[in-house]
Every structure is written in structure tokens, then in C-alpha cells.
């Protein structure tokens, strides 16, 4: 047994030396990439002063949000407010606000039949039916399995592995996947079938696509929003509870008076990421019903791919409008949401 | 220092010679790019061929991109439109990609071979206002027909309707075998706007107006629309292809068909490659002649170009990628072998050998060509037309629409004739 520990001992040495060797290797380069910088950043600073380095910083940032997110919104809004189908804006002839007109040129926004573009409008529809359904299941159920997951129950690493998996996955992944088990021939039809039923062709029914879209993307990214609601279940101080405890509190009253109020700006999060995801959808939907049967399923987005990219007539203006009215929406649905989460905090 | 010096030179003078050696072998070497979607074996036929024509040219090199049809359809405007687009592709939407194509005329050692054997087909290519322009061949011509599974009407004992059958005799029929051996599809159509028109243009529609202008919505397309209506309606179609997805998407009815679901399969000659390995032995499946209505009994055309781009750097070698492509030799081999109805009038004239066809494939050739002989006029001028894919995918997406009970037909026709005049003029803009 001596002779045993005798071994392992200076080996953990060794083993703790070479770690420290490889770390000194691996930080060498930035070290000196450090030192390359400071000259020119000390003359900077001597230039402009210590106050305003912050912006020298952010420097970085702003150009590639520039480039990135910036520019292709300044070149969508120039797209908006041109028309025919050249690629390149000095080819497109001004059409002002043609494009938004067109669009909006609707006997009544609650029929999208009485819409000149009806597909548009039956995508908003859609899209506002298949947010608040997925919104309000994706919150309610993260909220469920994240108090579940908080709990000291039985193999709770193992599960919340599980709820976070689907979010690994690529969302066309996740799509086929659906779709082997839901078409005709697919799994749940064979379960169906085993019982004694019938076989449900679930795409051709509108109200079943829309079920399954709301049920696939919730199933999808529910583990990213349980893992942000756990973190903040993580955070409230055990002392609450354990006075809550003392004071014999029902459960009920201690999750709406302790846990829920201070787990709120994690729902705010929540609530804002899911909603403008939803606002966003495509890809998933898309693979799994193609926005259809009809237009049952179809969402701003793919609507605006099909718009621009996939119709024979790459109507870019149109899709590049309704883009922009997309953007204004889920811009003012972030001020509200972020409003509401600040009147919460005062 | 001096060292580091020494070392850079050395490499400086490494590379310089690299480069004064590998220079003029590199200069030599025309690199061209050719975008290419198969539906059955032709891409590999065209590899081949393109490897022999290296042999032949070494100063000529084609880089074959194997790509999905939808890429075909969506990306490669895209690139076109960007100047990015490749050397040389095959595409479909022969007349919305006219614009970008490459007039080899100038270019060709005899024009005259092409006039003589591509003529009808060139004006689906030409760019307006370019009545003389040879952009391209056609890599195959294709016809819309049926095919039928005839092991389910031999299963059901039903008599298959004879040729000169109407829709609504196939359309009973097929519901009968498709009851008696609890088939899912008895008729399948291809959700596809071309394909509709094969049943449009036998049910008498006009497309064009008086004036020359689309006129899409008329009394023959009233008829056909209808006919899909209440095959839906009746069982006689599935709504799983047209019902189930929105706007221009295509839904073929392959798989189904290769298993044995689907009694009567609208598509077209296309398949014949593909059915005649997937299906094999496993059912016995043949080609039928397109049902008659009160139009008559014409299919419609199609298929696919091999056509040059204005975009290439090296127009010189593109056309004689192209020219080699076309000879007679290796275009009767590569339909041979590809399974494609000829789209090259002297060789569909003396007629192609498929010796590598099952003997389904070949009688299912034999129909196909038969078909392509009849085709009407109205077919041919519908298929040629610029903005034909404009009228198919305002059909496909409008009765789409209707069948899956989402609008009525009526409502469709409107829709549909304000979504043409809207697309066209949107492509009109300048």
C-alpha cells in the first residue's frame, strides 16, 4: 500500500507541473500580444485622454455591429422603398412608399381575404396565433420543470440533461425528426394503429399543423428557457424559504410571495427571448409543414423568404417592407416588454 | 537578424520559382463551372462525358457542381443576378433566366447545326429582343404523362381505361383499384403549375388572350381547376400533396408511387430513369398516353437546358464545352444513356437506342415520345413563354389555397389573375 501512494504522489506533482507549463505556453502568446498593444494604446490614451478610452473599447463592437447589424438594416430599408426585381439598389427604381402601401391596402386587417397582399396578412395572423400559443405554453411549462428540476428529486442531473438536449439539436434536425413521427406512415400512426385507431393525416388539418408547430418548438427550446429560469430559482436566498418555513407558510403562498416576484426579471427574460423568437420563427416550421395546409402555417418570415427568394418574381422591395414592419413590431414589443419588467423593479 | 534575413530571401526565391515553374501550366488550364441537378443518372453520364471531353481538351477543365433542383431554382438567379453565378448550368426556367444567357452564335463553328436541330427550343432560351441568339440545348425534352401501377388494377380486377380515355374514366378507375386494394392515393398530380397545365391545356384553356397577353383564368382552366376541386373533395386525390404545404412549394408524389400507394401518378417522362431503378421488379408500372378532354389530349412540354452565361470570363472555351456537349455522337449518347426523350430534332427523328432500359422503361420511352409528337400548339407556346413560371406559381399557390379550404375557387381566379399581372409588372419595373 506505501509503495502505491509513494507513486501516485509525485506523479499528481508532476501532473500539476505540466498543467501549469502548458497554461504558462498557451497565455505566452497573449502576454506578448498584450505587451505589443500597450505602446500604442498608452499614446492613445495620451491623446484623448483617460475618459474617453471607454469608447476606444467599444470601438470593436460598434464596427461589427455596423457592418453586421446595421448596414443590412440601413440596406433593407433602401430595398423597402424600391421596386422590380434588380439585385443591386442603384438598379432599382425609387418606388417611395409603394412597397408599405401595397401591403397595407386591406378592406379590413382582421380578414385577410379584404387584404390586397392576403398572404402577408395571413402570415401576421398566424404568426400572432402561434406566438401567444407557444409564448404562453413555453413560459407555463419552463416554469413547471424548472421548479420541478429545483427540487431534490431522484437522478436531477440526469433530467435536466434531458430538457436541455433538444436545444443541441439544429432546428431542421428537430423538424425531420417530427415529421418521421407524425406523417402518415410515421410512428405515432403506428401507435395509433396498434390501439385500434385510425390513422390521423395530422398536416392536411389546419388546426393539428398549427398544434404541432406549437408543440415542436416548444419541445425544442424549452430546456434553454428552463436553464435560464433554474439560474434564477438558483439565486433567491435559501433564508426566505427557511423563514417562510418557520413561519409555517403554505407552499402556495410561499411560491407566490417569495419565488415568483423574485424570479420575475428571469421571466422578463424569458418572456422577451421567447417572444421574439416566436415573432421570428421559420426554420422549424417551415421543414415541418411548409407553412401549410394552405397558409395555415405560414409565418412572417417564411413569408418573406418566399417573397424574396423563392417566387419566381424575387419581389425584394416587398420582402425588404415587410421586413421592416417585422423589425418595428419586435422593436416595440422589446420597449414594452423592458418597460414593464422596470415598473416591476420600482 | 542577419540569419531571419537570409531565411526570408531563401523563401522569397523559393517561391518565386515555384511560381516561374507552375506559371505556365496554371495559365494554360481554363478552369469553367457548370451547375448541374439530376433527377435520375444524368449527372453522372454528364461527368463522364466531361471527363472525356478533358481528355480530348486538357486546356479545359469543367468543374461539374452536382446541386438540388431547388438550388437550380432559388440560388442560381440569385448568383446570376450578383455576376457570381457560374460558366455554364442546366436549368428549367429557361425563359426567367433568358436575360443572363450568352448568345454562343458568334462564337459557334456552325450555327446552322443548332438552328437545324434546336430551333423550337432556342426561343424558350432567347432573351427578348434577341430573335437570333443560340444560348444553349436542351439536355432533354420532356413531356408531362401518367404512370400507372398495374399490378393494383390487376390486384382489383379493374379494366385499365383505353387510350384515348377521358380524366374522369382514369379518375374512376382509379378510385375503384384504389378501394379494392385500400391504396391511399388513387390519382396523385405532381403540386406543380406545369404539370396542372397538362390537364389545363386537354380541358381546352387558352392561357393568352386576343391580344397576346396572359389570360389565364378561361372557361378550359375553369374546367380543370374544378376537376382538381372535387377530386379532392371526392377522395380521388389526396390533400397530403397539394393541401398540405403553402405557396409555390413542389410536392412530388415519388416515394408513394415507388411504394406501390399510388394507383395513377401525373409527372412526367423525367421519372422514367428513376422508376426503372427504385421500383424494378417489385410491381409492374407503365406509361400511359395523357388523358383527353374536351381540348383534347396534348401533355405539355418542358425540360431542361444546357445554356451558356454573359457572365463567364472565358466565353471562347464555354462554347466549345458546348459545342462538344451538343455534337450528335455525344448527345445521342447521353440521352441513351440518361433515359431522356431527345431534345434534338435530327436525333428524335432517327430515333435513340436505350439499351440499358428495363422493359419498362423502354415501352414508357415509347409513350413519352408518341406524346411529344402531339403536343398542341397551345402547350408549346404556354411552356415558351418568358413569364411562364409566373402563371404556374400564382396557379399552384391560389388552388393550393382552395383545395386545403382555405378560399373558394372563385376567389383563387381572382387571385390568381391579380397575382400574374402583379409578378409581371413587379419584373417590368425598371
Not at chain 1, 420543470?145 to 431522484?154: D, E, K, S
Not at chain 2, 469543367?62 to 436549368?91: C, F, H, T, W
Request: hydrophobic share 45%; glycine share 8%.
Amino acid at each position: 500500500m506505501s509503495d502505491t501512494s509513494s507513486v501516485s504522489r509525485p506523479e499528481r506533482g508532476r501532473g500539476i507541473g505540466t498543467l501549469a507549463e502548458l497554461r504558462s505556453i498557451v497565455t505566452l502568446p497573449v502576454e506578448l500580444g498584450m505587451r505589443l498593444f500597450d505602446p500604442p494604446m498608452r499614446w492613445v490614451q495620451r491623446m484623448i485622454g483617460a475618459r474617453r478610452m471607454a469608447y476606444v473599447f467599444l470601438l470593436p463592437n460598434f464596427v461589427f455591429f455596423g457592418l453586421f447589424v446595421f448596414l443590412p438594416i440601413g440596406i433593407n430599408i433602401v430595398f423597402s422603398v424600391t421596386g422590380g426585381t434588380a439585385l443591386f439598389p442603384s438598379q432599382r427604381p425609387y418606388v417611395g412608399s409603394d412597397q408599405f402601401a401595397y401591403l397595407f391596402d386591406c378592406g379590413s386587417y382582421l380578414d385577410p381575404a379584404t387584404c390586397r397582399e392576403d398572404h402577408f396578412w395571413r402570415a401576421v395572423a398566424n404568426t400572432v396565433k402561434f406566438v401567444v400559443l407557444q409564448v404562453t405554453a413555453m413560459v407555463l411549462l419552463s416554469l413547471v420543470t424548472a421548479l420541478v428540476l429545483n427540487m431534490r428529486i431522484r437522478g436531477r442531473g440526469f433530467f435536466r440533461a434531458v430538457y436541455f438536449f433538444p436545444v443541441l439539436l439544429s432546428p431542421v434536425v428537430v423538424a425531420l425528426i417530427w415529421k418521421w413521427i407524425l406523417q402518415r406512415d410515421g410512428l405515432l400512426n403506428a401507435a395509433i394503429t396498434t390501439l385500434g385507431g385510425q390513422k390521423i393525416i395530422f398536416f392536411v388539418d389546419p388546426s393539428w399543423a398549427m398544434f404541432w408547430a406549437v408543440f415542436v418548438s416548444v419541445w425544442a427550446h424549452m430546456g434553454f428557457y428552463t436553464l435560464i429560469l433554474l439560474a434564477g430559482l438558483q439565486a433567491i436566498p435559501a433564508d426566505l424559504y427557511e423563514a417562510a418555513e418557520m413561519d409555517a407558510t403554505p407552499r402556495w403562498r410561499v411560491l407566490t410571495h417569495i419565488t415568483l416576484p423574485l424570479l420575475w426579471p428571469n421571466m422578463i427574460v424569458v418572456i422577451v427571448l421567447a417572444l421574439i423568437k416566436g415573432a421570428q420563427t421559420f426554420d422549424e416550421v417551415f421543414v415541418l409543414t411548409g407553412g401549410g395546409p394552405g397558409t395555415a402555417t405560414l409565418m412572417v418570415v417564411q413569408y418573406i423568404y418566399e417573397t424574396g427568394f423563392s417566387s419566381q418574381v424575387q419581389n425584394f422591395g416587398l420582402a425588404a417592407a415587410a421586413s421592416v414592419v417585422l423589425g418595428i413590431v419586435l422593436f416595440v414589443l422589446t420597449l414594452l416588454q423592458f418597460a414593464a419588467a422596470r415598473r416591476k423593479e420600482i | 537578424m542577419r540569419t531571419v534575413t537570409s531565411l526570408i530571401a531563401a523563401l522569397a526565391v523559393s517561391l518565386l520559382s515555384a511560381t516561374a515553374f507552375s506559371g505556365p501550366a496554371a495559365a494554360e488550364t481554363t478552369t469553367l463551372r457548370m451547375a448541374w441537378y439530376s433527377d435520375g443518372n444524368e449527372g453522372e453520364v454528364m461527368a463522364d462525358l466531361l471527363r472525356r471531353f478533358h481528355e480530348q481538351n486538357k486546356d479545359i477543365d469543367v468543374v461539374l457542381d452536382q446541386v438540388p433542383y431547388k438550388a437550380i431554382n432559388e440560388n442560381l438567379p440569385m448568383q446570376l443576378a450578383s455576376g457570381q453565378g457560374p460558366d455554364i448550368a442546366r436549368v428549367v426556367d429557361m425563359g426567367g433566366l433568358s436575360r443572363y444567357a450568352l448568345d454562343l452564335r458568334p462564337l459557334l463553328k456552325d450555327p446552322s447545326y443548332w438552328e437545324t436541330n434546336f430551333g423550337p427550343f432556342l426561343e424558350w432560351m432567347r432573351p427578348p429582343g434577341a430573335p437570333q441568339a443560340i444560348p444553349g440545348f436542351m439536355t432533354q425534352l420532356t413531356v408531362t404523362g401518367p404512370f400507372v401501377n398495374k399490378t393494383l388494377f390487376e390486384q382489383a380486377g379493374v379494366a385499365m381505361p383505353g387510350e384515348k380515355a377521358t380524366w374522369e374514366d382514369w379518375a374512376k378507375a382509379a378510385k375503384d383499384v384504389a378501394s379494392k386494394v385500400q391504396a391511399p392515393f388513387p390519382l396523385a398530380l405532381d403540386r406543380s403549375g406545369h404539370r396542372f397545365y397538362a390537364l389545363a391545356v386537354s380541358q381546352g384553356t387558352q392561357v393568352f388572350g386576343a391580344n397576346g397577353e396572359p389570360d389565364v383564368v378561361d372557361e378550359g382552366f375553369k374546367r380543370a381547376a374544378q376537376l382538381v376541386y372535387d377530386w379532392h373533395k371526392s377522395g380521388v386525390m389526396s390533400k397530403e400533396l397539394w393541401g398540405s404545404v403553402s405557396g409555390t412549394a413542389y410536392r412530388g408524389a415519388n416515394d408513394e408511387f415507388k411504394n406501390a400507394q399510388v394507383v395513377m401518378y401525373l409527372s412526367g417522362s423525367w421519372q422514367i430513369a428513376q422508376f426503372a431503378k427504385t421500383v424494378d421488379n417489385a410491381f409492374d408500372w407503365v406509361a400511359v398516353p395523357n388523358p383527353c378532354g374536351t381540348g383534347g389530349c396534348s401533355s405539355m412540354p418542358g425540360g431542361a437546358g444546357l445554356v451558356a452565361f454573359k457572365t463567364t470570363q472565358h466565353p471562347k472555351e464555354v462554347a466549345r464545352v458546348m459545342e462538344y456537349l451538343a455534337s450528335e455522337p455525344v448527345l445521342a449518347e447521353f440521352y441513351s444513356r440518361s433515359l431522356f426523350v431527345p431534345g434534338h430534332l435530327g436525333l428524335a427523328k432517327k430515333g435513340i437506342d436505350y439499351p440499358t432500359a428495363s422493359p419498362e422503361a423502354a415501352a414508357a420511352l415509347k409513350v413519352f415520345t408518341a406524346s411529344a409528337a402531339a403536343l398542341s400548339p397551345i402547350a408549346y407556346r404556354t411552356q415558351g413563354y418568358g413569364n411562364s413560371r409566373i402563371i404556374f406559381n400564382a396557379v399552384i399557390s391560389r388552388l393550393g389555397q382552395a383545395v386545403s379550404g382555405e378560399t373558394t375557387l372563385e376567389d383563387a381566379y381572382k387571385r390568381i389573375t391579380a397575382d400574374v399581372a402583379q409578378q409581371i409588372a413587379e419584373r417590368n419595373k425598371k
